[in-house]
């Protein structure tokens, strides 16, 4: 994708981000409180919702900075950043959504793996950064 097209990507997922942040903030609680006795246990997945729209909302501004910067850094390697930062939120938000709404284990089980494609999305994006950029062979290529 070009640059203009992640910035569009990234701030439509922004914009759900908010969304998300807005029903933990309003409507999630009064669930949790009908769907668990616990307060404790209420209070863990209010906070694990609102880590994963945290983590949501950082990479979507992610994603709008590799738009913003696409013409001046490496565009195969910011491009593969910026899909690892949807899979991450897919993976290590989405998952984190699932299990506060479900109680599914499987789900806990792949947020690790979306962080892991946070942390390689940063990576890649710096090195994007450093790389030379040739636009003429990358536009062949991508």
């Given at each position: 994708?070009?640059?203009?097209q ?17 029903i933990?903030a ?8 009908t769907?668990f ?5 209420q209070?863990?997945r209010?906070a ?11 990479h979507?501004?992610g994603?709008?900075l590799?738009?913003?910067?696409s013409?001046?850094v490496?565009r ?15 993976l290590?938000?989405?998952?984190l ?27 890649l994006?710096a090195i994007a950064?450093v790389?030379p950029?040739n ?6 290529v991508?």
């Open positions: 994708m070009n640059g203009n992640w910035i569009i990507f990234g701030a439509l997922l922004a914009g759900v981000g908010v969304a998300l942040g807005a933990g309003h409507g999630l609680e009064k669930w949790l409180e769907a006795d616990d307060p404790l246990e209070a863990k209010l694990n919702w609102q880590t994963g729209v945290r983590y949501h909302m950082y979507a501004i994603i709008i590799i738009g913003l910067t013409s001046r490496n195969r390697l910011s491009n593969l950043s910026a899909v690892l930062m949807v899979v991450g939120i897919l290590f938000s989405g998952c959504y699932g299990w506060v709404l479900t109680d599914s284990k499987a789900l806990v089980m792949i947020v690790p793996i979306g962080g892991f494609a946070f942390i390689l999305a940063w990576v994006f950064a790389k950029v636009s003429d062979k990358e536009s062949k991508l």
